[in-house]
């Protein structure tokens, strides 16, 4: 007993020390749990309010690139109008998916663990899992609500899978990201008879409830055949530039309801 | 006394507020990211209570963390920071001890001392939370590089605010 109170005492700011990191350990454990939320994380009210405070004071610094993608995006949407109006087909279909606009008030692109955080929250209709697309393809997926802000898990977070496809013929792959370059992400589970080449455009699958079908994410960049399992490993220079990200749609699914209770209801009956 | 404390409680606000209003949304290159923070610790009196700089340091991190969306990550760097701090002073005392009253400057002890004490400090803090941030060694030399472009200029910056904060 004597020594082992002689072993606190001599060690005691080492232990002291390795209890803080282990609250720091659990800190960064629990956090991996995507889909818990949590009240550190920055949609938290003081310090969005903060920070968005600061962006209405720098947002000018950005303007000019701002605007470039705005017009370059403009030009696109002009572009699709008159497709339809050519072909005939009415723009407005009831397709299930409303746009809903957003400023992105804080993001972390440089890390490994990314997040994006933007101005709209609960109150405008925002929950977990509802796609995020910027000017120029897609961005990612809400993680958390607060009220008036939400967190984004941009495609490049680890934890982030998106279904895909090629646009050129279809064949549908997972995308993910694993660290490194922020421009770059890798695109799995495409079979390794399948044509492709470089610059071939890829874009969402609308395989899930999250984004509808033909949303542009990336080009391939390079890619190689693992030889044991015959399935490419294609890397997709992502159109999306994380480094200059400043305002993002949110897409909301108006069928989301509808779409998973079928979806449990057919879980349910295997359960059975 | 409470003046001196005002003047540390400003200084803990501006490290956090500089750190992620400013140097965590530029983007310099996917090699380096500064991180001065550390500041804080870096100038806390040398004779502050070494429990007080690690709890200290604990509080500075995980105010960085909550602006990050980070949770942890900072919070365990920095205790790791301030538990490395008296080592490292001991390690480069001058021959004639640190005096009491004197601010941890470049101008009371030099400027070769402030580097090495600022600059190996700030090594262990950035080997540290590179590699816990990624927490695998798949892209181990890219991220080496990157520990060490990111120290150079993080000691460059956090020589720079220690200049705003020591008085003539």
């Known amino acids: 007993m004597k020594n082992l109170l002689n072993f606190i005492v001599k060690y005691l700011y080492t232990i002291v020390f ?18 818990k939320v949590s009240f550190l994380n920055s949609s938290n009210r003081i310090t969005a309010s903060i920070t968005e405070q600061w962006n209405s004071v720098t947002e000018y610094l950005s303007l000019k690139g701002t605007n470039d993608s705005i017009i370059a995006e403009n030009e696109r949407l002009k572009n699709q109008i008159e497709k339809y ?17 957003a400023r992105v008030i804080s993001a972390n692109v440089n890390g490994a663990k990314n997040f994006l955080t933007i101005n709209k929250g609960a109150k405008n209709e925002l ?10 393809g897609v961005v990612g997926i809400i993680y958390s609500c607060s009220n008036k802000y939400a967190s984004v898990m941009p495609i490049i977070n680890p934890a982030t899978r998106i279904s895909v496809k090629i646009k050129k013929n279809d ?16 695109l799995q589970e495409i079979p390794g008879y399948v044509n492709i080449e470089i610059g071939d455009e890829i874009v969402t699958s609308g395989h899930s409830s999250i984004f509808p079908a033909g949303i542009p994410v990336g080009s391939i960049s390079s890619f190689k055949k693992d030889k044991s399992t015959n399935f490419y490993e294609i890397m997709v220079d992502l159109y999306t ?32 | 006394m409470i003046k001196k404390n005002i003047r540390y409680i400003l200084l803990f606000i501006f490290s956090v507020l500089v750190q992620t209003l400013i140097f965590d949304r530029i983007y310099i290159s996917s090699y380096v990211s500064c991180y001065m923070y550390m500041l804080f610790i870096l100038l806390l009196p040398v004779h502050t209570n070494k429990y007080t ?5 604990f509080i500075l991190g995980i105010s960085v963390d ?19 701090r008296p080592f490292v002073l001991h390690a480069f005392a001058p021959r004639d001890d640190y005096e009491p009253n004197k601010e941890l400057s470049i101008k009371n002890y030099g400027l ?25 060694f798949s892209h181990f030399f890219f991220t080496l590089l990157r520990i060490a472009l990111s120290s150079v200029i993080s000691l460059f910056f956090v020589t720079l605010g220690h200049f705003l904060f020591v008085r003539e």
């Not at chain 2, 700030?122 to 990624?134: M, S, T, V």
């Open chain 1, 127 to 136: 929950r977990q899992d509802m796609g995020v697309i910027g000017p120029n």
């Open chain 1, 171 to 186: 064949y549908f792959g997972s995308l993910s990201w694993e660290g490194g370059n922020n421009n770059l992400a890798l």
């Open chain 2, 53 to 57: 700089v690690m709890t200290l340091g």
């Open chain 2, 112 to 136: 070769f001392w402030f580097i090495k004490y600022a600059g190996s400090l700030i090594l262990i803090h950035h080997i540290f939370l590179f590699y816990l941030d990624i927490f695998s």
């Open chain 1, 18 to 35: 390795i209890l803080f990191e282990i609250v720091c350990f659990i800190l960064i454990f629990t956090a991996n749990n995507y889909h």
């Open chain 1, 85 to 101: 109006r050519k072909d005939n087909i009415p723009a407005i279909e009831e397709s299930g998916f409303k746009y809903i606009s």
């Open chain 1, 241 to 272: 530039d994380f480094n200059n990200i400043s305002y993002v749609y949110v897409i909301i699914n108006t069928n989301y309801n509808e779409q998973n209770e079928i979806k449990n209801s057919i879980t349910e009956q295997e359960d059975d």
């Open chain 2, 66 to 84: 909550i602006f990050n969306s980070t949770q942890g990550l900072h919070a365990a760097s920095a205790v790791l920071f301030a538990y490395m």
